[in-house]
Nanobody
Framework: QVQLVESGGGLVQAERSLRLSCTAS????????MGWFRQAPGKEREFVAG????????YYADSVKGRFTISRDNAKNTVSLQMNSLKPEDTAVYYC?????????????????WGQGTQVTVSS
């Protein structure tokens, strides 16, 4: 019932910034918690950031705290991930995700919808 379309991935130099955007279709966007996950080669998909359906609560993986910021615009059905001070270790495929419910959960199994993934490559 929800389709997620991502944009903004690409190649960027270390210490630079990149902004990812995810646009959701559907009539109940504001009832979904939203999140970003990433998967690097040889690793499991991991939680990066999440935001409650009201936008009042945000959560971040320790590895990105202070550098990444998640936000949502319910009027536009979008969620964004502002990534600053990027590091080569941030290189991964980034996925936008949605779940029906107000809260954010770090386990991928609890998310209902996924975007196609967008590659972020950070060069040294």
């Amino acid at each position: 019932q929800v389709q997620l379309v991502e944009s903004g991935g690409g190649l960027v130099q270390a210490e630079r910034s990149l902004r990812l955007s995810c646009t959701a279709s559907g009539r109940a966007f504001s009832t979904y918690a939203m999140g970003w996950f990433r998967q690097a080669p040889g690793k499991e998909r991991e939680f990066v950031a999440g935001i409650s359906w009201s936008g009042g609560r945000t959560y971040y993986a320790d590895s990105v705290k202070g550098r990444f910021t998640i936000s949502r615009d319910n009027a536009k059905n979008t969620v964004s991930l502002q990534m600053n001070s990027l590091k080569p270790e941030d290189t991964a495929v980034y996925y936008c995700a949605a779940r029906r419910g107000p809260g954010v959960l770090v386990n991928t199994a609890f998310w209902d919808y996924w975007g196609q993934g967008t590659q972020v490559t950070v060069s040294s």
